[in-house]
């Protein structure tokens, strides 16, 4: 993920334990510390940083099986709401099970984040992470309720796009700082500049 960051001119930097992780990054040129993450971020001045991006940071810290007893939780409820949907809605049925199950696994692992003190509730709510979490979890029920609404493909796949401009609108306008609209401004710029020359 750093190099790919690294590479889309975003300056960053990585926090990480384990040696054979620190000299891969390092060998590659990657900017990358030494520190347990929750000393480093407590330590880290009020908006010193644009982002914070944690991927698999719950399961390191213990109970080591946090994950693990989430997602046994979850296996009923998951198997049972997939076998209904399948045979009531078809794939967009298991399409639905899925996002309600990913939807719960999110605010569970956010809960948990905030249990162990990786994070506080209060950061999460300030920082619009909860608000984003929901914006998405409205935009995948309402997208998949298009199939409630049309039984035919064509107007399946009309209602999902309609859904789907209305979420970026309301993304644009109410979950995006300035600082991401920018972002994603000068992303777009670039992308468009690569189609370009492919030409």
């Excluded at 990585?14 to 620190?22: H, I, Q, S, Y």
């Excluded at 908006?47 to 390191?60: A, K, W």
Aim: net charge negative.
């Amino acid at each position: 993920m750093l190099r790919l960051l690294k590479d889309a001119g975003v300056e960053c930097y990585g926090v990480d334990r384990f040696c054979k992780a620190l000299e891969v990054c390092r060998s590659r040129g990657l900017e990358v510390v030494d520190d347990e993450v929750r000393e480093h971020l407590e330590h880290l001045p009020c908006e010193s940083v644009g982002g914070i991006v944690c991927s698999h940071l719950v399961e390191h810290f213990p109970p080591a099986d946090v994950v693990a007893k989430f997602h046994l939780i979850e296996l009923p409820f998951y198997a049972g709401l997939l076998w209904y949907l399948l045979g009531s809605m078809g794939i967009a049925g298991v399409a639905l099970a899925w996002t309600l199950r990913a939807t719960i696994d999110a605010f569970l692992l956010f809960g948990a984040s905030c249990w162990l003190r990786v994070v506080s509730a209060r950061t999460l709510l300030q920082n619009g992470i909860l608000r984003s979490i929901i914006g998405l979890a409205i935009f995948a029920l309402a997208a998949s309720m298009s199939v409630f609404f049309a039984r035919a493909l064509e107007a399946q796949v009309v209602l999902a796009a309609l859904f789907l401009l209305l979420f970026a609108l309301g993304s644009w306008a109410f979950l995006l700082d300035n600082e991401d609209r920018g972002f994603l401004v000068s992303a777009w710029g670039r992308v468009s500049a690569l189609f370009e020359r492919a030409r």
